[in-house]
């Protein structure tokens, strides 16, 4: 029985390529208990971009900060600020005068009043909500239920073969420090995702990719966004 399998880190109101991924999958294991990550290019953890006049710009969920090597479900919100009105806000004024945003900025609401105290939990909370907008039905599980001993691919291997999968969906970025021995050891075979950014209607001037995804939402709604994604 065949079964696919995508492994990624819980980021924060992720870009439509990682919704596209869920498409094709069986199952999402959320990687939860990996070193968490910031100050980088490749940092997506806690903020996405949004499009305004002035171009891209973060949306940033404020934490706490954490020694180097902390596990990405240790690390913790911090509400000695108000970010969450600072996101809603910004949101807001850039996205006010989108043709969707009454039908959107409510689940945006919603998501920003959910009690949290660790950054985890919140941007589960943002995936969920985006998985139930796209309509994807995948199951999820975290890989810190998973007794693993291992690192790295082997680790990805440890996981994927406790949860009987057949084959493995990976991101392209991946490609360029993947080892293909422990998959092939287990008979597991890698996928790489063949993701073609679409161009749809945006405000603010010339059309700008790899937004948070609810730029694609406030721009075109909950149904046509469904069909975007599914390249229909």
């Known amino acids: 029985m065949n079964k696919t399998v995508v492994i990624h880190q819980p980021d924060f ?66 509400d000695t600020i108000d970010w969450k009105k600072q996101n809603l806000d910004l949101i807001k004024q850039n996205y006010r005068k989108s043709e ?20 985890s939990e919140f941007n589960m909370a943002s995936i969920q909500m985006l998985i139930k907008l796209f309509d994807i039905n995948i199951a999820i599980k975290y890989s810190s239920d998973l007794k693993t001993t291992k690192t ?47 161009v749809y209607p945006q405000l603010h001037g010339e059309f700008m990719p790899y937004l948070s995804s609810i730029d694609l939402l406030f721009n075109c709604g909950i149904e046509k966004s469904r069909k975007i994604l599914r390249g229909i």
């Open 152 to 198: 790295k691919s082997e680790r990805l291997v440890e996981i994927l073969t406790q949860v009987e999968a057949s084959h493995y969906l990976s991101g392209v970025g991946a490609k360029d420090y993947h080892d293909n021995k422990p998959f092939d050891d287990a008979n597991i075979e890698v996928i790489w995702q063949d993701f073609n950014h679409p």
């Open 100 to 119: 969707y945003f009454k039908e959107i900025f409510p689940y945006l609401e919603e998501l920003y009043s959910i009690e949290c105290k660790n950054l």
């Open 13 to 78: 109101l992720s870009y439509i390529g990682f919704f596209h991924r869920l498409l094709y999958a069986d199952l999402y294991i959320v990687l939860d208990d990996v070193q968490f990550v910031k100050g980088t290019s490749q940092s997506w953890m806690n903020r996405d971009k949004i499009k305004t006049q002035n171009g891209d710009k973060w949306l940033t969920v404020t934490i706490q900060k954490s020694p180097t090597g902390t596990k990405i479900n240790d690390i913790l919100l911090n």
